[in-house]
């Protein structure tokens, strides 16, 4: 400001002068001139400089703006003035970068702990979020779905046309499809900005949960009705009178008391099956005498094996030791392996027999019978699966007799599978966890 004010000064003092004394008019050209020069010289003087600091505080905020650096101290006032906005502008916008930069972190967070597939896309169908299970979900990375259109993707033409919908109704749609041999459900939210949130779960166990409670209703209300159309049928034949034929009168009884203990069994299985379900029979894991509970299930078996003429073998050592178990739940699955061996085998053999491997017992119900197809092994252990049905039922079976086994196995912490093939028999194993001494 000084460069500018001596100038003026010194003009009026010119001025001041030649009002103030009588001076030839030569000189007073002169001095008037000379004022006149000095002030331009001033003003000229000011301005360049002026004009140096704008272009320097043209290049320092041009600096600040591309490369966040900070804008120098100046002796201007006005400069000054100029400095403090910019600097209180540039600790705002750190400030906001932080939190859009902890924001970010946020957001990845919860991308990645989301379970389900979440897409957020604009209104031309790109992606421009997903989770971290979404890549999984439909089959790509998840880097590789940023920037794809939707229905690359998703091929679905349910899809398409609920994102139609959406996009016309403006309302959240509902979605259920198959992709990759998966069902999925969820639903398309329009969200602000001309942007969609797609949000999609795999409900595959859930629909496979259903269609199990929906055969398991359908298996035992057929398992009863057979038996209870068998009674009806012979209890009205009696009522028409054929209870008065001494020959006729013993059979029918005799058949209605076999479907009496066959629905009898039936329901105690499901009781059985149930309990073990919901853990209402778990009982304490302790140490099991595998040769006396196998003795005695042989014994029991003895009978019929010798009935059919089949060798029943025998073959766990007297020093066997102690396994981990259940003693009631161990006695049930040996009974019903050893009584399906014999029901199904028509000449040779049925062995019970066990050994030690990696600290593990290993029990084995072998027989000489016709063998499983391998299609009919990863189905056997389901509830009501019979390889012979006419067969099974005659024998006077449930079909829940190994779904019942390999929970009950698996109750005591073992594993029970089978090893067999059509023609060579059959051999259904266990292995249960042995005591330390």
Same mark, same amino acid.
């Given at each position: 400001?000084? #460069?500018?004010?001596?100038?003026?000064?010194?003009?009026?003092?010119?001025?001041?002068?030649?009002?103030?004394?009588?001076?030839?008019?030569?000189?007073?050209?002169?001095?008037?001139a000379l004022a006149l020069l000095a002030f331009f010289l001033g003003e000229f003087s000011a301005s360049r400089r002026m004009g140096k600091r704008q272009e320097q505080l043209l290049v320092d905020l041009k600096k600040f703006v591309e490369e966040g650096t900070h804008l120098p101290s100046c002796p201007d006032e006005v400069l000054d003035g100029i400095r403090g906005l910019f600097s209180a502008l540039e600790k705002q916008l750190q400030e906001k970068t932080q939190k859009l930069s902890a924001a970010e972190q946020e957001l990845e967070l919860i991308l990645s702990a989301i379970e389900d597939c979440v897409l957020l896309i604009d209104s031309e169908q790109n992606i421009l979020l997903a989770s971290d299970a979404s890549g999984e979900l439909l089959g790509w990375e998840r880097e590789q779905l940023l920037g794809q259109h939707l229905y690359r993707v998703i091929r679905a033409a349910e899809v398409r046309k609920k994102m139609a919908l959406a996009q016309e109704e403006g309302t959240r749609q509902q979605l259920e499809f198959q992709a990759l041999d998966r069902c999925l459900k969820g639903q398309i939210m329009p969200i602000t900005g001309n942007q969609y949130l797609i949000i999609l779960a795999d409900c595959t166990d859930q629909e496979r949960l259903q269609q199990v409670r929906r055969d398991f209703a359908s298996n035992v209300s057929h398992e009863l009705r057979t038996p209870l159309t068998s009674i009806q049928g012979f209890v009205e034949t009696l009522l028409d009178g054929a209870w008065q034929d001494p020959e006729a009168c013993p059979h029918f009884l005799k058949v209605i008391k076999r479907e009496t203990e066959r629905m009898v069994r039936l329901v105690a299985d499901l009781l059985d099956l149930s309990r073990l379900e919901t853990r209402q029979l778990d009982r304490p894991i302790v140490p099991v005498d595998l040769v006396k509970v196998a003795s005695r299930v042989v014994e029991l078996? #003895?009978?019929?094996?010798?009935?059919?003429?089949?060798?029943?073998?025998?073959n766990i050592a007297d020093d066997f030791p102690l396994v981990m178990g259940d003693?009631?739940?161990?006695?049930?699955?040996?009974?019903?392996?050893?009584?399906?061996?014999?029901?199904?085998? #028509?000449?040779?053999?049925? #062995?019970?027999?066990a050994r030690v491997e990696q600290q593990k017992a290993r029990i084995e119900v072998r027989d000489s019978g016709p063998g499983i197809a391998p299609e009919d092994q990863e189905r056997i252990f389901e509830r009501f699966y019979r390889v012979d049905k006419a067969r099974s039922r005659h024998a006077g079976g449930t079909g829940l007799g190994l779904a019942i086994a390999r929970f009950s196995v698996e109750r005591m912490g073992g594993t029970l599978s089978l090893d067999s093939k059509v023609g060579e028999g059959s051999t259904f194993w266990l292995e249960l966890p042995v005591t330390s001494s």
């Open positions: 400001m000084l #460069e500018r004010f001596i100038p003026s000064a010194l003009l009026s003092f010119a001025v001041g002068v030649v009002c103030s004394f009588s001076l030839p008019r030569t000189i007073i050209f002169l001095i008037v078996v #003895e009978k019929k094996a010798k009935d059919k003429n089949l060798d029943l073998r025998f003693k009631d739940l161990l006695h049930q699955v040996l009974l019903n392996l050893l009584d399906n061996a014999i029901a199904y085998t #028509e000449t040779g053999f049925v #062995e019970l027999r």
